[in-house]
C-alpha cells in the first residue's frame, strides 16, 4: 500500500499521507456521514455493545476510517474479545492511530483516534493478547471494511492502493 503523493514530508512509514483535511475537504466528508456516524466520529460517542455490523467481518482486507479512508487495522489482527465492539491487536502503522487521554465518565482511558482526520475511533487497553498486549476496541460504525484486492476507500483523492 503506497501512497502516489509528491509532498513526502507528510508520509508516514508505510506509505499513506497523513496531511489532514483542509476545511473544504471536510466539510465534504463529513456532509458524507450518516447521524450514528456523525455521533461517534466527530462527538466522540460510543456504539451499543453487539450491535455493530462489523464485529463478526472475517473475511481477509483491512478495516480503513469510515471518514477520511486511511487504512487503521487488518483482519489478521481482529480478535474476539467478547465485548462486543471489534478488537484488535495493532495497526495497520502505529502512525495511522492517535493516542489521546481521555478522563470523561469519572475514568481514566486513553481514546484512539484517526491520525489524518482525527475522528473518534474508540479506546485501547492493556489487556490485549501476545505479542502487543493491547486490544484496541473500536466503533464499527467509525470503519469501513474493504475484502483484499479492493480499492482503498480514497474520498481525499490521494491515490492510496489496494487492501
Given amino acids: 500500500m503506497t501512497n502516489l503523493a509528491s509532498d513526502t514530508s507528510s508520509l508516514c512509514p ?27 466520529l466527530l462527538a466522540h460517542g460510543t456504539e451499543a455493545p453487539f450491535c455493530g455490523t462489523l464485529l463478526g467481518e472475517k473475511r481477509v482486507g483491512v478495516f ?10 487488518r483482519q489478521g489482527t481482529k480478535f ?16 495511522h492511530v492517535k493516542a489521546i487521554t481521555d478522563r470523561s465518565y469519572g475514568m481514566t482511558r486513553t481514546e484512539t483516534r484517526c491520525a489524518r482526520c482525527d475522528s473518534h475511533q ?11 498486549g493491547l486490544r484496541y476496541c473500536i466503533n464499527s460504525v467509525a470503519l469501513t471494511f474493504v475484502a483484499e484486492g479492493d480499492p482503498l476507500p480514497d474520498p481525499l483523492g490521494r491515490g492510496d492502493g489496494k487492501a
Avoid: I, K, Y
Avoid at 480503513?64 to 487495522?73: A, I, N, S, T, V
Avoid at 462486543?84 to 491487536?89: E, L, Q, R
Fill in 14 to 40: 508505510s506509505g499513506f499521507d497523513l496531511t489532514p483535511p483542509d476545511d473544504a475537504e471536510r466539510a465534504r466528508l463529513e456532509a458524507d456521514l450518516n447521524e450514528e456516524e456523525r455521533r461517534v
Fill in 80 to 95: 474476539e474479545s467478547g465485548t462486543g465492539w471489534p478488537s484488535f491487536s495493532e495497526p495497520v502503522d502505529e502512525a
Fill in 122 to 132: 474508540g479506546h485501547v487497553f492493556p489487556d490485549g493478547p501476545p505479542p502487543s
Fill in 64 to 73: 480503513c476510517c469510515r471518514e477520511c479512508g486511511l487504512p487503521l487495522f
